[in-house]
């Protein structure tokens, strides 16, 4: 029995021999998981009786278990190795047999799917052309191919409009000119849009069109000037003989040229004494003392030249001429009096007459509307702020797109509100209307956006825009919607037109410095395969020349109940069996399973040190055992030595 009992702890401690030096060969095998022999001792007894001290009959090998702690992760330099930092393990299809390993050193083969070096492909959720990840379990396969452009659709901006700058535009009417006589004594009222008391004017107890200017320039956004222009034309010379050269030197070569000028009936020291011509005439006016006259030679429309004689204040002038001669004596005076032009700002809302005259107030209404400082792109003066993007057309070409920015007086009283012109340039080219007209962008008391040409969501839908190249012309690219088309917001996949949304609806208005928060649009160009990342929930994303990335798949992770009833086949992978129970299967970093780490690999979890110690004590029982065995020998022998 002896023997029986030796040759067992021989067997027993071989097959420790045998697995201690499994684990010390693996000890540098990715994935692998290390295995202790699990041992149990025999003992003979009868069915109806147990000895009262049974003799043991040995050792038996009850199982060899393989322990599926965490091994050790250290990196690498491939991108599309992975570790599993907790339970689960990889799926691993081997020409239709499914295989579960924790060894995550990949590649991608001739084909373009992720296997590992057995050429057994990794399996795991695949996605869409857009990157959006499936529940879809297969192989995953990386596409090589270009990542086809993508027009722009879609552009959002959050910017800081700064509330301290100042309106640099501004719009006035340009009233005149108004002829004194036809204004005089009127009165009126004038009613302003931010807030400025209404105003009233009272022509009565002006006289001339100077006192007149004076008395509008002195309400509110009204700038008045006054001028007096005399054509030198006197219908009162008998026979109607008018002012001319010949008139003058006949006068003077008889001795009897008269010429006299007054303002407000004082007459103006004039020698006109070596006059012989209206060119002489004009010179003698123009030396006269009084500066706001000043005298020209003028064709009168007729191919005639007249005199004209200004007074640039406005005041009355009276003119009178003659040659002495009794049958055509001196002129009586003619008394002229000054024309009237306004310019009046846009805080002006209208006019009020408040008597039957109504000249200035008609006037004043049917004036046209000037821009002063009017926007202009190529000039950074005539606009507040102004910030440029790229967009993408249909073939993936980059435009620039460039929002300009343009502070607006106050709409109301100017408490609580403040409003901004939003113009809109791609390539040099005004789009969106804003040529003639720009968005307003009103914003409330806290400086946030209330709405855009009164859409509260802050979106601008630009429907106009004509890609072209750089010579100007059309390129081939998707141009804006047929006529009559309608588009809606956010633009649908897939989209069939340049059409696309400018959003707006995080821009505020504070008193801090310009600033573009955030600024992004979903177009890009045409990109090439120049990279792969992994995440840590396993997702393979392509990196791409245009600076694009996209999901390509997600790795599939698979638990069981019981780990240690998974049957090793060889190539550091197991299978499925009726012990270890049916594989549960879910993405990385969910339920019970582990996260991955990119460019990494798990070591195997081989304790080399202690099994260096197990190989001691399996050499040690093994050479008990042996003794045993020799001591049993040496006792039978003795028995067989007796005569």
Do not use: C
């Not at 590992?116 to 192989?139: F, K």
């Not at 029982?621 to 030595?641: C, G, H, L, M, P």
């Amino acid at each position: 029995m002896a023997f029986n009992t030796g040759l067992s702890g021989l067997r027993a401690a071989a097959v420790d021999l045998d697995v201690t030096g499994n684990n010390i060969a693996n000890a540098s095998t990715v994935g692998f998981k290390g295995s202790r022999v699990q041992f149990g001792d025999l003992y003979a007894s009868g069915f109806l009786s147990g000895g009262s001290s049974p003799v043991g009959d040995g050792v038996n090998v009850q199982d060899v278990k393989q322990s599926f702690s965490q091994g050790n992760i250290s990196f690498t330099d491939s991108g599309l190795d992975m570790a599993i930092n907790g339970d689960g393990f990889f799926i691993l299809n081997n020409g239709g047999e499914t295989r579960y390993s924790r060894a995550g050193q990949f590649t991608i083969d001739k084909d373009g799917f992720v296997v590992n070096s057995q050429s057994m492909r990794v399996q795991g959720y695949t996605a869409d052309d857009d990157g959006n990840l499936s529940g879809i379990r297969d192989d995953l396969e990386i596409a090589t191919d270009n990542l086809a452009p993508r027009r722009t659709t879609n552009l959002r901006s959050d910017l800081n409009l700064d509330s301290r700058e100042s309106v640099l535009e501004s719009r006035v009417r340009d009233v005149g000119p108004v002829a004194f006589s036809a204004i005089s004594g009127e009165q009126f009222d004038i009613a302003y849009s931010d807030g400025t008391p209404n105003f009233s004017v009272d022509l009565s107890s002006a006289t001339t069109a100077r006192e007149a200017a004076d008395i509008i320039t002195a309400a509110p956004g009204l700038s008045a000037s006054a001028t007096t222009t005399v054509p030198i034309v006197d219908t009162n010379v008998p026979a109607a003989l008018p002012l001319t050269d010949a008139y003058i030197s006949a006068a003077q070569t008889a001795g009897s040229f008269s010429f006299s000028l007054s303002v407000n009936n004082a007459p103006l020291q004039l020698d006109t004494s070596t006059a012989t011509s209206l060119l002489g005439l004009r010179d003698a006016i123009n030396r006269s003392s009084d500066t706001a006259i000043s005298a020209s030679v003028v064709d009168d429309g007729t191919g005639n030249d007249v005199l004209r004689v200004i007074h640039n204040q406005g005041e009355d002038v009276q003119f009178s001429y003659g040659n002495g001669v009794p049958a055509e004596s001196v002129s009586t005076p003619v008394s002229v009096s000054g024309d009237i032009n306004v310019t009046g700002d846009r805080t002006i809302v209208g006019l009020t007459a408040l008597g039957a005259d109504t000249d200035f107030v008609d006037a004043y209404s049917n004036s046209p509307i000037r821009i002063t400082n009017e926007f202009n792109p190529q000039d950074q003066r005539t606009y507040n702020h102004a910030t440029s993007t790229s967009i993408f057309d249909s073939l993936g070409n980059s435009h620039e797109m460039t929002q300009f920015f343009v502070k607006e007086p106050s709409p109301g009283n100017g408490v609580g509100v403040s409003e901004w012109s939003v113009y809109l340039q791609i390539d040099g080219e005004m789009v969106a209307g804003t040529d003639t007209t720009p968005f307003t962008a009103r914003f409330d008391q806290d400086g946030t956006l209330q709405s855009i040409d009164g859409n509260p969501n802050g979106e601008i839908l630009i429907t106009d825009w004509i890609p072209k190249d750089d010579s100007g012309q059309p390129n081939g690219a998707d141009g804006p919607p047929a006529p009559g088309v309608t588009v809606v917001t956010p633009i649908p996949e897939p989209p069939t037109s340049s059409a696309f949304v400018l959003n707006l609806g995080e821009t505020t208005q504070y008193g801090a410095a310009f600033g573009v928060d955030d600024q992004r649009q979903n177009g890009y160009t045409t990109g090439r395969l120049s990279g792969l990342d992994v995440s840590g929930q396993g997702t393979l994303f392509a990196r791409y020349t245009n600076g694009q990335s996209k999901a390509l798949g997600q790795v599939a992770l698979a638990g069981f109940n019981n780990t240690n009833g998974l049957s090793p086949v060889g190539d550091t992978s197991w299978v499925e069996t009726f012990e270890s129970g049916q594989p549960i299967i879910g993405q990385p970093d969910t339920g019970t399973l582990g996260s991955i780490k990119a460019s990494s690999v798990e070591e195997s979890n081989v304790d080399l040190s202690a099994e260096l110690v197990n190989l001691i004590i399996a050499q040690r029982n093994y050479q008990a055992n042996a003794k045993t065995i020799e001591t049993s020998d040496a006792v039978t022998q003795t028995i067989i030595n007796l005569r």
